[in-house]
Nanobody, 127 residues
Framework: QVRLMESGGGSVQPGGSLRLSCAVS????????IGWFRQAPGVEREGVAA??????????ADSVKGRFKISQEKTGNTLSIYLRMDALKPEDTGIYVC??????????????????WGQGTQVTVSS
C-alpha cells in the first residue's frame, strides 16, 4: 500500500511563497504519476500540478502556471515530491493533497486517476 504524507502548509500573505512536500513510501512500481490537488470549501477538487517520475514530465493547471513548480527527489526508499508555490493569491487557499497512481495516461490532474491519497496540508493566503 503506497503511503503519502504532506507537509509544509501554513498561512502567508498574498504574494508570499510556500513549499509543500509529499513523502511517498512503500511503493512497489519503479515509476509513478504524482499529483497535487487542492480542495476549498464549496469548490470542486482541482488538480494543480502533476509529475511523471519516470521521465520527469509535468503538467500544471492554467491557474498556477508560472507561479507553481513541481519537482522530485529520491532518498533511499522515499520519494519526495515538492510543490514550490510563489506569488500566492487568496484563491490558492485550500487543503493541498498529494495523490499517486502507477500511471496516469497523461491525465495526472484528474482526481479519479489516482488511487492513493495523503491526508492533506492546509494552505491559507490572507492579508
Amino acid at each position: 500500500q503506497v503511503r503519502l504524507m504532506e507537509s509544509g502548509g501554513g498561512s502567508v500573505q498574498p504574494g508570499g511563497s510556500l513549499r509543500l512536500s509529499c513523502a511517498v513510501s512503500n511503493y512497489t512500481y519503479s515509476t509513478y504519476c504524482i499529483g497535487w490537488f487542492r480542495q476549498a470549501p464549496g469548490v470542486e477538487r482541482e488538480g494543480v500540478a502533476a509529475i511523471y517520475t519516470g521521465g520527469g514530465a509535468w503538467d500544471y493547471a492554467d491557474s498556477v502556471k508560472g507561479r507553481f513548480k513541481i519537482s522530485q527527489e529520491k532518498t533511499g526508499n522515499t520519494l519526495s515530491i515538492y510543490l514550490r508555490m510563489d506569488a500566492l493569491k487568496p484563491e490558492d487557499t485550500g487543503i493541498y493533497v498529494c495523490a499517486a497512481a502507477p500511471t496516469c495516461n497523461g491525465r495526472g490532474l484528474t482526481p479519479y486517476v489516482h488511487g492513493y491519497w495523503g491526508q492533506g496540508t492546509q494552505v491559507t493566503v490572507s492579508s
